[in-house]
């Protein structure tokens, strides 16, 4: 069994400041790529940054300059610092990542989401 668990969603004012932290626990052999993705009320969920386990990083137009994406291959952790938050930046954010189990294929995997709301 493998669980993802995000922490760090809330409330925040526009210009502010967010941290989303998503630890993985379980049967763990190796985790590759890991990210996060967003889902606003009424829209698909999208990518908002990715990063491999080499470090190499990518993020959506949206974000860039705003959001780093860091994570700790030793501690199975993936963080997203947010600054200079917007109002379109509302929305749940989910942790993903493609994580091959003891004696088991490559799959992947969702956390269940942490609410994000930017608003004065």
């Known amino acids: 069994q493998v669980q993802l668990v995000e922490s760090g969603g809330g409330l925040v004012r526009p210009g502010g400041s967010l941290r989303l932290s998503c630890a993985a626990s379980?049967?763990?052999?190796?985790?590759?790529?890991m990210g996060w993705y967003r889902q606003a009320p009424g829209k698909q969920r999208e990518l908002v940054a990715v990063?491999?386990?080499?470090?190499?990083?990518n993020y959506a137009d949206s974000v860039k300059g705003r959001f780093t994406i860091s994570r700790n291959n030793a501690e199975n952790t993936v963080d997203l610092q947010m600054n200079s938050l917007k109002p379109e930046d509302t929305a749940v954010y989910y942790c993903n990542a493609a994580i091959v189990r003891k004696c088991g294929p490559r799959e992947w995997y969702w956390g269940q989401g942490t609410q994000v709301t930017v608003s004065s």
């Open positions: 379980g049967s763990i052999f190796r985790i590759y790529d």
């Open positions: 990063i491999t386990s080499g470090g190499s990083t």
